[in-house]
DNA sequence: TAACAAACGCAACATTGTTGCGTTTGTTAA
DNA sequence: TTAACAAACGCAACAATGTTGCGTTTGTTA
């Protein structure tokens, strides 16, 4: 009898403690990327530095990750499946919507190709200011 | 008799300052963009109130940007000209070299095109890590 | 060159990152 | 089921950076 959530972490070798499960329970739920803000607000009752160790051990598992906008606040999302303690793979973009001031991951309707002569790329990070289809 | 740079800040209407002129300067010198750290270095006779104030203005008048890379360090470069107070308007990407470590902004060879259903994209950051050309 | 507004230095406080250490707790094997 | 260990947690403490107020200095303009 093993929520889903405690599968994910011990997967990665973590233990499935209820600060952890609280933590994964809450960005799970919220509808889009979690601010920082949000995070400590929801989870006041954590100490300071159990949340900052939290948070590094679900970013290093590849359980959460982060979105930062435009070096303004950092929010956090859970990851998609292909994630794991090897790395972060996601090929979404982040979207920071400037009605709502939602920040999301989307997909992209076309594959991103980014082509710089003599350059090796490893990875892209794409962050996208616009205006959300809701607020459209 | 005026500098290339003090032209630039009057331009945004800002006072050219002999801190700002001497910040421009340290930026443009150098070879890629520019880490806090070393600005702090190559500053150190700078309040470090000043050089958080100065940099500010000189974000906020299009005269030079930021390059978040990946939540670590910030780094700053010089803005071409179509930046302005405006804001900012870059159409190149930040490359992190994981062998040289520094950060440049690089023009890409395709043009490239973020196409995301439903939503209106005002502005796009780029971030790809990888190997520069000099490391390859 | 005088006068004003902007820029600067200093002090002070807030927020977040980061580490050490003693205590508590999840996990595993007996 | 429980004992034992390693991991996780709370607390204290310090570092780095962000941010504001205020009195003084300085660039700009008339």
Redesign the interface.
């Known amino acids: 009898m093993d929520t889903e959530f405690a599968e994910l972490l011990r997967d990665r070798n973590l233990k499935a403690t209820p600060k952890r499960l609280e933590l994964l329970s809450v960005v799970a739920k919220y509808n889009s990327a979690i601010p920082y803000s949000e995070l400590q607000k929801s989870l006041h009752h954590f100490d300071r530095v159990t949340l900052y160790r939290t948070l590094n051990a679900l970013l290093d598992g590849g359980i959460v990750h982060?979105a930062?906008v435009?070096?303004e606040e950092?929010y956090y999302a859970m990851c998609k499946h292909y994630c794991s303690s090897e790395g972060h793979h996601h090929k979404h973009?982040h979207?920071k919507c400037?009605e709502c001031l939602e920040v999301s991951c989307?997909?992209?309707?076309?594959t991103?190709?980014?082509?710089?002569?003599?350059?090796?790329?490893?990875?892209?990070?794409?962050?996208?200011?616009?205006?959300?289809?809701k607020c459209?």
């Open positions: 982060k930062s435009s070096n950092v973009v979207l400037k989307v997909e992209a309707k076309n991103i190709v980014i082509d710089i002569p003599n350059v090796e790329i490893d990875n892209v990070e794409i962050e996208v200011q616009g205006t959300c289809s459209l």
